[in-house]
């Protein structure tokens, strides 16, 4: 069965440090790869997306994502965190003809001031 | 004015009531979806639907029904609540498969 992994459930950082969150996922195909983020008590937004062409792609609030075929992977990052980063990743794939989106478990991420 | 929206926004009820959530979208996508949230378990999907007349279970449709009364309302119901059904309820639509979806603020759910 198709699913999603995200390695890190609980990330704990300070102001300006880097952020790499992990996603892996398992099918072969074709694939669109999303990452959305959650507000504390705000509904899921989207962050970035991949579809197709360039494997880097650039989201909102200087969000950034690598997908890397041959590791199953769309790895989201950020060079330097803020508080207001604060708030719950998941990351989520739509395989090949699957008419539904296959969702991480969500990893929590608190940036202390 | 939000494209998906979800009412009530909170709703605390009783063990054994009838319960509908509300989702209506102004985005006019064909695709609708309800999920629930639970801490550390993420997002499950309950019900989607294509369209007025494509209505599909999810991972964990049972205690729930759903009706898509027209392209833009999807409603949810616990026909007979309990307390496990306590969670956080998302809408959200699409508008097509592997596409973008886009989702209502939630419903906050207890049942006592």
């Known amino acids: 069965a198709q699913s999603v992994s995200q390695h890190n459930h609980h990330v704990i950082l300070s102001e300006a440090a880097s952020l790499e969150l992990g996603c892996n996922y398992s099918?072969?195909?074709?694939?669109?790869l999303f990452w959305y983020v959650q507000y504390p008590g705000q509904h899921l937004q989207l962050l970035l997306k991949y579809f197709s062409g360039d494997p880097l792609v650039k989201g909102i609030k200087g969000f950034e994502a690598e997908f890397i075929k041959s590791k199953f992977s769309f790895n989201l990052r950020k060079p330097s965190v803020q508080w207001s980063d604060t708030a719950e990743y998941f990351c989520a794939v739509n395989a090949g003809n699957n008419r539904k989106l296959i969702w991480g478990l969500g990893t929590s991420l608190a940036v202390n001031p | 004015d939000a494209d998906v929206t979800q009412t009530p926004r909170n709703r605390i009820t009783k063990t054994g009531k009838r319960i509908m959530l509300e989702c209506s979208q102004t985005k006019g996508h064909d695709r609708m979806y309800w999920y629930r949230q639970d801490p550390g378990l993420g997002l499950r999907l309950i019900y989607y639907?294509?369209?007025?007349?494509?209505?599909n279970k999810g991972e964990i449709s049972d205690g729930y029904s759903v009706s898509r009364q027209a392209q833009a309302k999807f409603s949810l119901s616990l026909e007979s609540a309990i307390p496990n059904q306590t969670a956080l309820y998302f809408c959200?639509?699409?508008?097509?498969?592997?596409?973008?979806?886009?989702f209502g603020a939630g419903t906050r759910l207890s049942v006592l």
């Open positions: 959200a639509t699409s508008a097509y498969s592997g596409g973008i979806q886009y």
């Open positions: 099918y072969g195909g074709t694939v669109n």
């Open positions: 639907s294509f369209d007025v007349k494509d209505i």
